[in-house]
Nanobody, 130 residues
Framework: QLQASGGGLVQPGGSLRLSCTTS????????IGWFRQAPGKEREGVSA????????YYGDSVKGRFSISIDSAKNTVYLQMNSLEPEDTAVYYC?????????????????????????WGQGTLVTVSS
């Protein structure tokens, strides 16, 4: 399983950086995705990155505010979240999928990630509130 961390309470307009890592496998041949689920809502794809860092993907609601990156030496993916809004409040999860030639151009759509991403961890809670 992947381990997500870095959540917490932050005021609107603030920033947080989430981390996702595992000791069970190398991220080199995988894409790592971040997903979130707010109370009473469906899980939503937030962002994803290929193991090489060469491909990144963002959901419409976070474009321009969130940035995903990978540190291969640490086998860790980061999600830098800026200009946080109350609507960003959710439990954030990370998960992995094999990154090969069949990986789609829009991996954050629900019908793909629900059937393809695995190794879901426990998640980390992000609360944006004044």
């Amino acid at each position: 399983q992947l381990q997500a961390s870095g959540g917490g309470l932050v005021q609107p307009g603030g920033s947080l950086r989430l981390s996702c890592t595992t000791s069970e496998f190398s991220f080199d041949d995988y894409a790592i995705g971040w997903f979130r689920q707010a109370p009473g809502k469906e899980r939503e794809g937030v962002s994803a990155i290929s193991g090489s860092g060469g491909r990144t993907y963002y959901g419409d609601s976070v474009k321009g505010r969130f940035s995903i990156s990978i540190d291969s030496a640490k086998n860790t993916v980061y999600l830098q979240m800026n200009s946080l809004e109350p609507e960003d409040t959710a439990v954030y999860y990370c998960a992995a999928d094999v990154f090969d030639s069949s990986f789609p151009s829009d991996p954050l759509r629900e019908d793909f990630y629900r059937s393809s991403f695995s190794s879901w961890g426990q998640g980390t809670l992000v609360t944006v509130s004044s």
